[in-house]
């Protein structure tokens, strides 16, 4: 019973494992050896995000997105009240971690834990007063047994106000990218197009790094653990998160048959994620400006396809995957 491991963070959340409480699953469940930790995962009020959070609105549903987008590569997520004292402070051994919970002026358990930006006391995460709500994400085996590594984003953000990132300055940048490992061969560099899609439909500006499971080397999926950035402005489609596909036009053949047909009025997406949402007991649900944003997105993302298939034809932009993978994408998407 004890925290195995203190992933660092990012800009605005804290992300961390601790084991799953036995009440929550028996001592002899075969699952054990999957592994039993747990991720919580608590937005910080930032820059653009003043205020408490609201984890419903913006990480469950992009669990649910990259269902629907047959991506899978978000681990399975609830959300949940934890108590802080008794269910992360005093069962950590991390003692960076435990050293950061102070109690603030208004009575209340505090923490901010270890991160490379904003990781101070005017950023903590308090609790009311002992209380908070986190999204906890279940099955990721634990680091003991399966341990990640962590990938910078070749595309993250510049954190620094009067630095441009070199993204942002050269648009050949794609090519260095591609030249260098591990992009250079097997699927990442269509992973990320992947993941930019996902991240863009949902409003994600904030991917800096991503994970892969260290010991499937670097031919291997990726999973994106910090997804709290999504669903914030509906009204404002961020065209800078989609800057990595429109400099590499590449595109997986199943991601652009899926996005085609959810593009489809038979299977639009933002049908599609009401329907699924309706099942979850979390609520509150996407507001429907939510899903017509995503809707809205989609198309955006089919033109910049449109415009690279365009410009450098179907075969160098489109990669068929679909005979090695034998992926069921033109199918019904599930949900
Ligand atoms: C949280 O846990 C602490 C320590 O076990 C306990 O004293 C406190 O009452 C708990 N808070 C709530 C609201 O249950
Ligand atoms: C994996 O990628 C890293 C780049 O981060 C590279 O240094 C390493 O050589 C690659 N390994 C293999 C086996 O290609």
New binding site residues.
Partial sequence: MRVRHFIVVSCCFVLFTVPLLSSSVSQNEPSMSLGHNIIIQQARPGPDRPGPPDFHLHIWPGVKSSRILDFRRVPPVAGRVVNMTKEIRDVTRDKKLWRTFFISPANNICFYGECSYYCSTEHALCGKPDQIEGSLAAFLPDLALAKRRT?RNPWRRSYHKRKKAEWEVDPDYCEEVKQ???YD?GTRLLDIMDMTIFDFLMGNMDRHHYETFEKF??ETFIIHLDNGRGFGKHSHDELSILVPLSQCCRVKKSTHLRIQLLAKEEYKLSALMEESLQTDTLSPILIRPHLEAMDRRLRLVLQVLADCIEKEGYSNVVEDDLVTEGTNTGTVPQR
Avoid: K, L
């Fill in positions: 990938w260098s490992p591990p061969s080397g670097n």
